[in-house]
């Protein structure tokens, strides 16, 4: 894929506007390579550093280049000619955008500053792998994040409605305002609800949103999809790839497990086992065993080390592992 149309993807997808197609065909990009998935959180704090450029002051677009290629780390791969300093207008922007385009990611700003708006963004929570967190909102609804997961609030939360980012999981308890409803995109997938408390499963990785509601009704739905309407004890996923709703048979107790601090496998791949046990232990594990495709049941104890885990999972299997600092690589025995 062309890397100007990659980044064009990339820009649409921290909009919030691509399309079916163009979400699957950046979902297959970050697949293929760890660095991809490197080049599109450049990409992001390219577009972060923009945001965070002040309004009300005069704009030296050379010093504001230089000053986000530093904050990334990088050193310009050559000087900007002398830029005047004027006041900050649309044409000065297409002046900034054109100047910064003979960097090498110039380009960027001049794709970005030539797309329509978008809302800057004013609040981020993150999360590292191996823990959770639990923020307050604004509006007094409070959300627990799992490990490895990211939610972004617009500048417009809290005035005609209530508008966030998510990827990853994350646990909602919403307080009621039948005047601004709270919606949570996550990917191609919106949740819309009033006041209500639900869990939202998100991840990167995968092809599917799924959304568990444990009080009250969220309308869970794409832009162009009304989707389904679900209430207390109720899910469903959304499969990014076909576009399509499904109800799941009830709200599993395995999918709020995280919120006690446990892991719940109920008849679950190996692959995907090791990589929910990368993000709760904060581990890299490396299977060499071939065998991701099995199936497991088994539980996580709040405090279990991972090697009890592990030496259970060595007799269910008959593999064996060893740990090389933060990598656990998983063996088949000999």
Known sequence: ????????????HLEGACNQEEQAELHRWLEEDEGHRQHYEQVALVVRELQEIPLDRELDSASAWQSVRGRMG????EEAAPVRNLPRSPSVW??????????????LLYVWLWQPAAPPLV???TVP????????????????????SRLVLNAAFGTTERRMQLSGEAYFEVVENAQQPFIVQAGLAFVRVVGTTFNVLARAESSTVEVAVTTGTVQFRT???????????Q??????????FRELPGADPATLAWLEGRLIFNDTPLSEVFRTLER???????????????????TVEKGDPIDSFLERLSITFDITYQKEGDTVVILPRE
Do not use: C, H
Not at 1 to 12: D, F, S, V
Not at 74 to 77: D, G, N, S, V
Not at 290 to 295: A, E, F, P, Y
């Open 1 to 12: 894929m062309q890397e100007e149309r990659i980044n064009i993807l990339i820009l649409k």
């Open 74 to 77: 990088k050193a310009p791969q």
């Open 94 to 107: 297409r002046t900034a955008a054109a100047l910064a385009a003979l960097t090498t990611l110039g380009w």
């Open 123 to 125: 609040m981020e929570f």
């Open 129 to 148: 792998k191996g823990k959770t967190r639990q923020v307050a909102l604004p509006d007094g609804s409070t959300v627990r994040l799992n490990s490895d």
């Open 223 to 233: 832009e162009n999809s009304e989707g389904l309407t679900l209430t207390g004890n």
């Open 235 to 244: 899910a469903a996923e959304f499969d990014t790839q076909t576009g399509t």
């Open 280 to 298: 709760y232990y904060a581990v890299r594990i490396e299977d060499r065993t071939g065998l991701g495709g099995r199936l497991l049941s088994d």
